[in-house]
T-cell receptor, first 114, second 110 residues
């Protein structure tokens, strides 16, 4: 158990809908990273937050957004969903500001868009 | 943008065999991570390397910065080592995400 929690575990929705994925980092960790894992693209970095502020952006679509709250939990919002958004979404956390350091991964949220 | 290549894509071996998984990357990095993903989907960080070699139990990871290459070795492999092994490069310089290889799907047969 990494200490990182994600909810929900599974999510099934329809095209055009909007969903919110939630992540709680390990106690004491200030950075949260979001990743998408799809069959064709593999794992891709989406975005990083550190202590409430956006720190780095990867291949995140404009339809997707994220935020980190004062209690350090983070939410990833996916809107106008398309079939291709079906994937596993992971969050990870670590103590410092850098993705260079060991990251602790949550169990993931499996999103299915029908 | 860093390109990360892994080989082999798939590997089936017998219990007890010595396993090597390779990872190469195209541009300089600040760190290289090895991750393990089990059939249930969970991801565990195995190693973070910036130089040299690290060992944890039966797992050994090495990196050659000049050659832009890293290897993950498993000694005395066991069926419970069956998983997908993923290498990921951290390029640094403000681009703080990881760039991932496609993974090596390892099956250890009893």
């Amino acid at each position: 158990d990494s200490g990182v929690t994600q909810t929900p575990k599974h999510l099934i929705t329809a095209t055009g809908q909007r969903v919110t994925l939630r992540c709680s980092p390990r106690s004491g960790d200030l950075s949260v990273y979001w990743y998408q894992q799809s069959l064709d693209q593999g794992l891709q970095f989406l975005i990083q937050y550190y202590n409430g502020e956006e720190r780095a952006k990867g291949n995140i679509l404009e339809r997707f957004s994220a935020q980190q709250f004062p209690d350090l939990h983070s939410e990833l919002n996916l809107s106008s969903l398309e079939l291709g958004d079906s994937a596993l979404y992971f969050c990870a956390s670590n103590r410092g500001t850098s993705g260079r350091d060991t990251q602790y991964f949550g169990p993931g949220t499996r999103l299915t868009v029908l | 943008k860093n390109e990360v290549e892994q080989s082999p894509q798939n590997l089936t071996a017998q219990e007890g065999e010595f396993i090597t998984i390779n990872c190469s990357y195209s541009v300089g990095i600040s760190a290289l991570h090895w991750l393990q993903q089990h059939p249930g989907g969970g991801i565990v960080s195995l190693f973070m390397l910036s130089s040299g070699k690290k060992k944890h139990g039966r797992l050994i990871a090495t990196i050659n910065i000049q050659e832009k290459h890293s290897s993950l070795h498993i000694t005395a492999s066991h069926p419970r080592d069956s998983a997908v092994y993923i290498c990921a490069a951290h390029s640094g310089g403000g681009a703080d995400g990881l760039t991932f290889g496609k993974g090596t799907h390892l099956i250890i047969q009893p």
